[in-house]
């Protein structure tokens, strides 16, 4: 059984910043990415920024400059820091690890969401 469980979100003025967390916990053996994606009401879920086992980032051309991922010491944690916030940013923020559990089999696990509200 894997978990993945998110926390940070709130409302924030334009301008501001949030810092959303994850952490991956349960039967895990190996981690290959972890990633964080956006759906605002009527639209589809985005790949916001990744982070892979080797530490390489990737992020979407609209957050690229204000937000930045990165890893916890403990390598089933991942970190958001989202800064200079829009409107544009108000979506529910999810987070996804790709991994193999304890018996090597390979999925992809989404926590619950956590809400993220930028006011003009």
């Known amino acids: 059984q894997v978990q993945v469980v998110e926390s940070g979100g709130g409302l924030v003025q334009a301008g501001g910043s949030l810092r959303l967390s994850c952490v991956a916990s349960?039967?895990?053996?190996?981690?290959?990415?972890m990633s964080w994606y956006r759906q605002a009401p009527g639209k589809q879920r985005d790949l916001v920024a990744v982070v892979t086992s080797r530490d390489s980032t990737d992020y979407a051309d609209s957050v690229k400059g204000r937000f930045a991922i990165s890893r916890g010491n403990a390598k089933n944690t991942v970190y958001l820091q989202m800064n200079s916030l829009k409107p544009e940013d108000t979506a529910v923020y999810y987070c996804?690890?790709?991994?193999?559990?304890?018996?090597?089999?390979?999925?992809?696990?989404w926590g619950q969401g956590t809400q993220v509200t930028v006011s003009s």
């Open positions: 349960g039967s895990i053996s190996s981690i290959n990415a």
């Open positions: 996804n690890a790709d991994l193999y559990s304890d018996l090597w089999a390979h999925g992809n696990y």
